[in-house]
RNA sequence: GGGGGGGUGCCCGAGUGGCCAAAGGGAGCAGACUGUAAAUCUGUCGGCGCAGCCUACGGAGGUUCAAAUCCUCCCCCCCCCA
């Protein structure tokens, strides 16, 4: 048992322990002690806890990068909390100034509504959608009086919004900050207005946002709610931001053999990094693994099976993973062909002359970007025919001979060559 | 409105007349090793059946035996002053 601060009653053991499940991999909660007052407060007044995530439909999908706010989210579901999801419908057109150099461009509302589908789609790999509380904030933004409004405008004073991060650097570089965008923290405040949230997520560029919600919230006389923000996912290069831009992404409609094998190439040291936000487990499942990695006990290639193992499991199933995992042992650790090599006719332009020169074969079957790189591929000795080493780049071939033969370029491309 | 600095290969970035398909780094790819597609080391990294040729240094012309490098015009970025 432990006492917070200024309360005089003790915290109950269980909800201690659901606390640090909830703060594990946070980056801040703030203020300080104010989620654990809330979770026993909540308790005494017998109802679940409100936490609010608000997400703009700008982007078309949604990789593990984005799935670390939702996991956070769905742990607060899974401890018997109400997660409520904000479809920033509205707030989409006005555009998020976080973290941005320039003003967004706008998006007309196909595009929002498209994107808001595949969102509500890919973020049920992760939520409990049935018991998510969804909404869109059109429905209270798009009907707000301009009175209403200039109330709004009123809880805060421009030299506070000029102190952000994104905003002074604009200023001072003399580049144009649009007033559409003084709003954007205004009205995600007035979404928790909207919404009575005991606590909001976010990622760490959103912490400005997230304490304007505090200033909205009080000035409309409501308990201002907690704010959570977690960490930016590095990605698989271990040192970028996971981005689709840097192709260092898992995408959560990856492939079982595709997702499991990115996972597999991430740095060992964000293994412990990668458990932490993207599983969802507890904190002891976390301490426990990184306890026993530490130790040594745990054997870090095993580890990472593990986790990609696990990771697989949460969007395509258990006998999905495992099927990749015996997939990539046997490729990679027995160093044996894959069961399933896919099957390839013998493209046309690819014979000359009734010869089949071998970096040609290669470039035409879309092993290699082009015949010198094919042919460098094959002075590495990278190419394989049927187990056997090819190190000439002036192999030449008669069709006959490369009907039903499999063909491997480096390590995991292969392709068997069928009449 | 005035003054100044730039645009180089996937990215960053050096190069100011020949030795430049262009240093160096990153990414990518291959090989070795291993515990994996980690880490490390080595090689490779425009195209072409390749000891040669072609295409390339924002775009178009020009000077020259020779231009990423010099000249002219154009396009685009950035900074400072007003």
Redesign the pocket.
Known sequence: MERTPGQSEPVPDDILEQYQDLVTGCVDVLPSGGLLQRLVQARREGRPIRAKLGVDPTAPDIHFGHTVVLRKLAQYQAHGHIAVLIIGDYTAKVGDPSGRAKTRPQLSDEEIAANATTYMEQAGTVLDMDKVELVRNSDWLGPLRMDEVLRLTAVTTVARMLERDDFSKRYS???PISMVEFMYPLLQGYDSVAVRADIELGGTDQTFNLLMGRTVMEAYGLPAQCIMTVPLLAG????QKMSKSY??YVGVDDQP??M???I???????MVTYWTLLTGAGHREIEDVQARLTSGEY???V???DL?ERLTTLYHGAEQAAAARAA??R???E?ERPSDVPEMPLPGDAV??G??????LL?ALGL??????????I??????LDDAVIKD????LAPEELYGAVL??????FVKIVR
Do not use: C, T, Y
């Open positions: 570089a003399q580049e698989l290069d271990g040192v192709g260092n053999a595709d499991f094998g990115k597999m190439s991430i740095p060992d040291e964000l054997h870090p290639a580890a990472k099976r990609a990539f042992d490729l990679f650790k160093k000359v002359d010869r089949v020169w071998l970096p040609r470039a290699v970007a082009s015949n010198g790189e094919g042919r460098r591929l002075q590495q000795g990278g190419v394989r780049p002036g192999a030449d491997q370029a480096g390590k995991r491309q």
